[in-house]
């Protein structure tokens, strides 16, 4: 069983909404990965997901997670004696120890967690502490569990796909494949469409829900097609050098307009 220990930022400022967007977050990252058996839960602004396989390329395209990590668990009277069987497989010479205490009710603070590992490999291993240069660093989240990792892979952050409504996408070149996921990562669904026949498959990578390109012969089908799809905006792969006129209803959003 892999344990993934998933981040989120924005989400956790969303106030009384909150619970919405940690659901629909939850929810994109089980489409996304595809593993029905996967098991999914929110504990103290931390999702925990386990899976019978390696799903973090899949995870890597879901909007709305800063960071994860592949971590082992124990429970927190444990800890000591697990870090040490955990490390001691590990070649290195310098280490540090980065604890969190997420779940306050744990008596030990996180820097008194902290100290007390690093005292404890340190003399069970005869390695050296470097907070600077090091080559291993441990580090501990205390949640339900303790659970304990050694890398964060970085993400897109941003929102939910989903959160913040549907848009229509007029895919014309590459460059609208790149328009259609920075609205996705401010919490956009997109619906693409295009005058010609387009490659969508980079695009469906990040939705929960795999969308057909739809195409058009006339900009004016785009408003129809927001009726029918409650959408709120097109969103165009124009920059500031070569904007262009729409004859649509819609607000028109330019996300590569300044790059």
């Known amino acids: 069983m892999t344990i993934y220990l998933v981040r989120y930022g924005e989400i956790g400022l969303k106030g009384l909404n909150r619970s919405y967007f940690e659901n629909k977050l939850v929810g994109n990252i089980r489409a ?3 593993e029905s058996n996967a098991r999914i839960k929110r504990v103290w602004g931390r999702i925990i997901l386990e899976t019978e396989t390696d799903v973090s390329e899949k995870l890597k395209k879901v909007f709305g997670i800063v ?4 971590a082992e668990k124990c429970v927190p009277e444990e800890l000591e004696e697990f870090v040490i069987g955990l490390v001691k497989k590990r070649k290195f010479e310098t280490f540090r120890i980065s604890a969190n205490r ?3 009710e744990f008596p030990k603070k996180s ?28 580090n501990v989240e205390i949640i339900d569990y303790a ?13 939910p796909a989903g959160v913040e409504g549907k848009v229509i996408v007029l895919i014309e070149s590459k460059n609208g494949t790149e328009a259609a996921k920075r609205v996705m990562r401010r919490g956009c669904d997109v619906i693409p469409v ?4 387009q490659n969508v498959d980079e695009i469906n990578k990040y939705l929960p ?9 006339s900009i004016k089908e785009i408003d129809g097609i927001a009726g029918r ?17 729409y004859d649509t209803e819609l607000a028109v959003l330019r996300p590569l307009c300044f790059d």
């Open 32 to 34: 996304i990965i595809g």
């Open 67 to 70: 960071s994860f990590s592949i």
């Open 102 to 104: 997420i779940d306050k």
């Open 111 to 138: 820097d008194q967690i902290a100290r007390e590992l690093g005292k404890l490999v340190a003399e069970k291993l005869n390695k050296k502490v470097s907070l600077e240069k090091y080559d291993l660093n441990i």
């Open 147 to 159: 659970y304990v990792f050694f890398d964060k892979i970085e993400c897109f952050g941003g929102l």
């Open 194 to 197: 295009a005058f010609k026949n």
């Open 209 to 217: 829900r795999k969308k057909e390109l739809e195409i058009i012969s």
């Open 229 to 245: 799809e409650d959408a709120r905006a097109l969103v165009v792969e124009d920059r500031f050098d070569g904007l262009k006129d």
